[in-house]
């Protein structure tokens, strides 16, 4: 590959790449932090803690 194609692909890369975290960065700014992701950990804890909790049936034999 030709060295100027491939330094203009790196380039166009480099500006999608910056382009795709300032996006990110924007999206994290905008949501109130930590909310959702608070409630799905603790929804996920609360149901371990019953699957662990949870009697288990008797084998018959």
């Given at each position: 590959m ?30 109130v ?9 603790w ?5 371990g803690l019953?699957?662990a909790s ?8």
């Amino acid at each position: 590959m030709d060295a100027q194609t491939h330094l203009a692909l790196h380039h166009a890369r480099t500006a999608e790449l910056r382009a795709e975290a300032d996006a990110h960065r924007l999206a994290v700014a905008a949501r109130v932090p930590g909310e959702l992701r608070t409630r799905l950990g603790w929804t996920l804890v609360e149901m371990g803690l019953r699957l662990a909790s949870a009697p288990r049936p008797a084998v018959a034999s």
